[in-house]
Each structure stands twice: as C-alpha cells, then as structure tokens.
C-alpha cells in the first residue's frame, strides 16, 4: 500500500474517532470516511481548530449543518411558521407529534389556534387538545374538551377519547362516575389497558373482591390470546399480575 494512502488512511481513522469521542455527530464521520481529503482537512479547520476569529465564524456558519439536530426543538420552530392555509390534518399530526415529544405546552397552542369557525368542534382536534390537557396536569379542562366533543358530535365514537375522560375523571377524584366509565369500557375496550385501570380504582376504593376476580379475567383472557395480542398487552397483564399478588399479600 503506498505510504500516502496510509496516511490518508490513518487521518480518516483518527478524525472519525475523534468525532465520536467527543459528541460531534455522524454525519463528520460519513464525511470523513466517503470524501477524505476534503472531509478530514474541513474538520480540521470546522471542529479541531477553531481558534482564529476566520475558524469561529466558519464554525458557526457550518457546523449548524453537521451538529445533531434536536427533533424537538424543529418542532417547535414550525408552530411559528403555521398559516392559515395550513390544512387541519397537517396541524392535527404536528400537534399529536408534539405530544409524543413530550411537548403538550406548544400542542396546546397549535389546537387553540386551529379550533377556531367551521373547525370549532372538529372531534379530533377536541380530543387532541383533551390529551394534552390531561398531560400539563388540566384534568378539568380535558373533560371540559372530552363532554364538549360528546355534545357536539354525538356520532363520533373513539375508544381512547372514552379511557382518556374516564382517567380524568379519576384524576379529579370524581370516582362513581369513573368507576361507570371504566366499566363500560372494560366491555368494549381493544385491550387491556380498560380492564386494568378498572380494576387497579377498584382495588384502591377498597373493593377488593372485584378488582381481584377482574386482574384474573385479565390474565386469562391474556393466556387465550394470540401472540401479537399478548405482546400488545404484556405491560398491562404484567401489572395485573403485580396487583394480585400484592392483594394476596394485603388479605
């Protein structure tokens, strides 16, 4: 091998795993490795040399294209370019994307800027906006949202909106009528998630019976059911095993 490809070679080795070491991302690692010369001595210049005023502002100006990008923060950075023609299935999958970021705050602006006119009772922006209420902590307002939804689309039928208003529910301690929710519920519900928190309110109102023969119908049930079933509800049926136990262990 000639000595120049050796050298090559090695400052390819050492850039990369420099960039690795110290957090700066695999897109400089690709660059490095797919186009050398030029990868290696931009690196160089970009990440490992940034001491001249020339270095820090090239730095500035390029390394924003090689830096990680925080998929939150991009996010959020499009609720500012929302326009009015934006259509409300775009803003219903940004908000819901949010949601799953752990970012409720900026979901809840997205839905109070789109419930607005013809949209004013659209379900799923109702229920959206009745979710990431119940994430900040408004258990109040997520009924509020959940009962205006039910007024105001009678038709409409969504099984998680139900679980979601019958969790607020017994959030705000308002446990009869949660416990009516979680009962209708725990009939029709695709799951096990229903059954469980049914039984688990049950169980802390101190109907100890019934939670106990309802946490059994969950793991029997579990056990007839096929395969992708059981892997779909292993973390609930794992959670009605712990209950049982700890009701065996308590009576």
Not at 30 to 43: A, C, D
Not at 190 to 200: D, L, P, V
Request: hydrophobic content about 40%; proline content about 4%; glycine content about 6%.
């Amino acid at each position: 091998m000639p000595v120049i490809a050796i050298i090559i070679f090695s400052l390819q080795f050492l850039v990369a795993a420099h960039a690795l070491k110290h957090g700066h991302g695999w897109n400089w690692v690709f660059l490095v490795l797919f186009v050398p010369i030029i990868g290696v001595l931009l690196y160089i210049y970009v990440i490992y040399l940034p001491t001249s005023k020339r270095g820090r502002k090239f730095s500035r100006t390029t390394g924003k294209l090689f830096r990680p990008q925080d998929p939150r923060s991009s996010l959020k950075g499009i609720i500012d370019k929302l326009d009015d023609s934006d259509s409300i299935e775009y803003r219903i999958g940004l908000a819901k994307k949010l949601i799953a970021e752990d970012l409720p705050h900026d979901a809840l602006l997205i839905f109070h800027k789109s419930l607005l006119g013809e949209n004013r009772t659209n379900p799923q922006l109702l229920q959206g906006l009745a979710e990431a209420y119940f994430m900040v902590g408004k258990f109040q307002n997520a009924c509020n949202s959940l009962e205006k939804l039910i007024q105001t689309n009678p038709a409409f039928k969504s099984q998680e909106g139900h679980l979601l208003y019958a969790r607020s529910l017994e959030k705000l301690a308002e446990y009869t009528k949660a416990l009516e929710e979680y009962q209708i519920l725990a009939d029709y519900y695709n799951g096990a998630e229903a059954k469980y928190r049914y039984a688990r309110l049950l169980n802390r109102l101190g109907k100890t019976g019934n939670a106990k023969n309802l946490f059994e119908k969950i793991i029997d049930e579990n056990n007839g059911d096929p395969e992708f079933t059981q892997q779909r509800n292993k973390m609930w049926v794992e959670k009605a095993k712990t209950e049982l136990q700890n009701t065996g262990r308590a009576s």
